[in-house]
């Protein structure tokens, strides 16, 4: 079965240090990954996507994640985090013989002076 | 591009009533996808409809829930005799059927009294 798991339901980092939010899959097939971010009363905006090639893609805003197909991870980065940062950020799995997309729980992260 | 539009941003009714919530996908997007997000649940796919017609609806509680496209402008998700449990942010997202990136609208939010 298809899933992506996030172990982090809060995450609390000081601003300027750096950020590494997890996320874990599992897939049967190529998977697709995506990271949303959810602002308070917003809808969802895509940060960056995995579809193939170089592990590390970069995503808007300083962000960048890395892919490992050994680990199962897609973890999200940023060298250093800024108080607009605070948000719900997702993981999300697409099968390339699905449709539709699995979201993870969601990390919400709190940016503290 | 106005992005996708979902129409009432937030709705509120009584127990038993009827709440529609609409969605307008961006143009020249051929699907379109509903998403229902709760602190209990998360996010949670519903259903989904490709150039008008309805593809997968295996999230789609059995019963007072369905969804219509009658036109390539607009989706909706219309629930009978809500329940207090139905209140929750709905989502809607389209996507190009080549694109493997899915965006979103603001959400709607049902409250259910």
């Known amino acids: 079965a298809q899933s992506v798991t996030q172990p982090d339901a809060r995450v609390t980092v000081s601003e300027g240090a750096s950020l590494q939010l997890r996320c874990k899959y599992s897939?049967?097939?190529?998977?697709?990954l995506f990271w949303y971010v959810q602002y308070p009363r917003q809808g969802l905006q895509l940060l960056l996507k995995?579809?193939?090639?170089?592990?590390v893609v970069q995503g808007v805003n300083g962000f960048e994640a890395e892919f490992s197909k050994s680990n199962s991870s897609f973890h999200l980065r940023k060298a250093s985090v800024h108080w607009s940062d605070s948000a719900v950020y997702f993981c999300v799995l697409r099968m390339d013989s699905g449709t539709y997309q699995r979201f993870g729980t969601g990390t919400k992260l709190q940016v503290v002076p | 591009n106005a992005g996708v539009i979902q129409t009432p941003r937030h709705k509120v009714t009584g127990k038993g009533q009827e709440a529609t919530l609409w969605c307008e996908p961006i143009s020249g997007h051929s699907a379109v996808f509903w998403y229902r997000q709760t602190i209990v649940q998360g996010l949670e796919f519903l259903t989904y409809f490709r150039n008008q017609a309805p593809i997968d609806d295996s999230g789609m509680p059995k019963e007072r829930f369905s969804a219509q496209m009658p036109n390539q402008s607009h989706s909706t998700l219309k629930i009978q005799s809500t329940q207090p449990q139905d209140s929750a942010v709905y989502l809607c997202?389209?996507?190009?059927?080549?694109?493997?990136?899915?965006?979103f609208g603001p959400g709607t939010r049902l409250t259910v009294l």
């Open positions: 897939s049967s097939g190529t998977p697709y």
């Open positions: 995995y579809y193939s090639g170089d592990p």
């Open positions: 997202a389209s996507r190009d059927w080549g694109d493997y990136e899915q965006y």
